[in-house]
């Protein structure tokens, strides 16, 4: 919203733009970041927790009021001025300990201690890339900072990557950089985490888990690049909980490691890998940037033909998801995503496709009329109706064949959104899935590019 305000502020038109209360630092950061001064009336506390004669009382005395000074008068919310190091220079000198104690205070960590990015290292890291420290791939929400090729080193260093991490690193940037992704919705209340995908040869070549364990902490490559994508969100983007602001996540949830797949086994099953499935050639090292604002418990599953391991799936993602589908509901789009065992993998590709796979979830998720809008009138849409939805072109009209309220619905909108790869212990019989945040963190895609010089570089940093 306060970015619609920007937009015609700087059309001249006086604008001011409703805040609830618990959101006023937040605001301040997107200000800070859009540049603008800008009007704006708040509502003190949640309206959703409010009755209708307190909601009433509380528009008429605390924000009307605040809309009509903001519009015609009153000090807007003025833009941060406040000026930040140059990049490249030296912030602090210290000891290892003074280090950390000055960039925690700064807010400049996750609140654990961090491998101070001297120029030395940094340099260690630029040399993995054949782009220009100063090469920007763009100013990215909500603070208006540069995404440059200097700044993701600085943040790799600091995660505890390897140098040889940096193509990686700036294919995950580049895809956070995507309009498509929405990056500015990062902080937004229901605290989702982005997830990194690997395909292609490199994940053998730096050393990815994808076997048992694999979204475990304790792989270098896997846990240093999941907290590197936490790092950049919050020192670039400016996501930050108290004491700092930007990010709204009401409780959150920590950083995911980066997930790589099991490739190999893909090929033997006769599987396209999710690198190919996203677009790729085979071979091509690929990374995707995917929401999660929710996990399944551990999907496990028995016997030896394809139905029961889907229906299986189908029980527990149903279960599990079908309360936050409302959100896909409103924008047409949600992206679930499977990590199928290679042992269950393997029994279902003896009968089925990825893509029968698919829609046999299509067919069989549903969901009543009645429960979805309860879901989604309880979370932040009380004006909820599938038929306002169809008729915007949003859902298709089979959600609104019958007007019963205890109809079923599909919980997904196409069978292609479900996303599916291979990875875990080929020893068990468990899967997993994650629930992606509508068309926040929708996955998205890119090519890593790597070095002219890369092999003679990876050969002498011993890590092939």
């Known amino acids: 919203m306060l970015r619609a305000a920007a937009v015609v502020e700087r059309m001249g038109v006086p604008t001011a733009s409703i805040i609830g209360s618990g959101f006023l630092k937040q605001a301040e950061v997107i200000v800070k970041g859009l540049g603008v001064p800008l009007g704006i ?57 003074a280090v950390q104690e000055h960039f925690y205070k700064n807010l400049w960590t996750d609140g654990l201690p961090v491998t101070p990015p001297t120029r030395e290292r940094v340099d260690a890291f630029l040399k993995f890339t054949d782009r220009k420290p100063e090469d920007v791939l763009r100013v990215i929400p909500q603070e208006g900072r540069e995404a440059s090729i200097l700044s993701i080193a600085v943040n790799g260093v600091m995660a505890g990557c390897r140098p040889e991490y940096m193509p990686v690193l700036i294919a995950i940037v580049d895809a956070l950089c995507d309009p498509r992704y929405r990056v500015e919705d990062s902080g937004s209340t229901p605290g989702w ?31 240093s690049i999941g907290r590197f994508v936490r790092m950049y969100l919050r020192n670039i983007c400016g996501f930050r909980i108290p004491p700092g602001a930007g990010d709204k996540g009401s409780i959150g949830q920590t950083f995911l490691v980066a997930m790589a797949e099991d490739e190999d086994s893909a090929t033997a099953i006769g599987w396209p890998t999710y690198g190919e499935d996203r677009g ?71 009968e089925w496709t990825k893509d029968q796979v698919r829609q046999y979830l299509y067919d069989n998720m549903k969901v009543t009329a009645a429960k979805a809008t309860h879901y989604a009138q309880m979370t932040s849409t009380p004006t909820f109706n599938f038929e306002s939805l169809v008729e915007q072109g949003i859902l298709p009209p089979s959600y609104t064949e019958s007007k019963d309220p205890q109809r ?57």
């Not at 997830?195 to 979204?215: A, H």
């Not at 959104?417 to 992606?436: C, F, H, K, T, W």
């Open 41 to 97: 009336g708040v509502y003190p506390g949640a309206p959703m927790l409010d009755s209708d004669a307190e909601l009433k009382r509380k528009v008429e005395e605390v924000l009307a009021p605040g809309l009509l000074k903001a519009l015609i008068g009153d000090e807007p919310v003025e833009a941060d001025s406040s000026i930040e190091p140059e990049p490249g220079t030296v912030v602090f000198s210290g000891d290892y300990d």
């Open 193 to 223: 985490e982005p997830v990194v995908i690997v395909n292609g040869p490199i994940v053998k070549e730096l050393d990815f888990n994808y076997g048992q364990g694999v979204m475990r902490v304790g792989r270098q490559a896997n846990t």
């Open 280 to 350: 790729f050639k085979k071979g091509e090292n690929v990374v995707t940037v995917h929401s999660v604002v929710a996990i399944t418990s551990p999907m496990y599953s028995g016997g030896d033909d394809a139905k029961t391991h889907v229906q299986q799936w189908t029980d527990i993602i149903g279960g599990s998801f079908t309360y936050w589908a409302h959100t896909g509901f409103k924008t047409g789009l949600w992206s679930p995503l499977i990590i199928a065992g290679p042992s269950i993998a393997g029994v279902i590709a003896k």
């Open 408 to 464: 079923l619905v599909n919980v997904l909108i196409k069978p292609e959104m479900v996303e599916i790869l291979i990875a875990g212990d080929p020893g068990r019989n468990q899967s997993r899935a994650y629930m992606s945040n509508h068309v926040q963190g929708p996955p998205t895609s890119r090519k890593v590019e790597l070095p002219k010089n890369w092999s003679q570089l990876i050969d002498r940093s011993g890590t092939s």
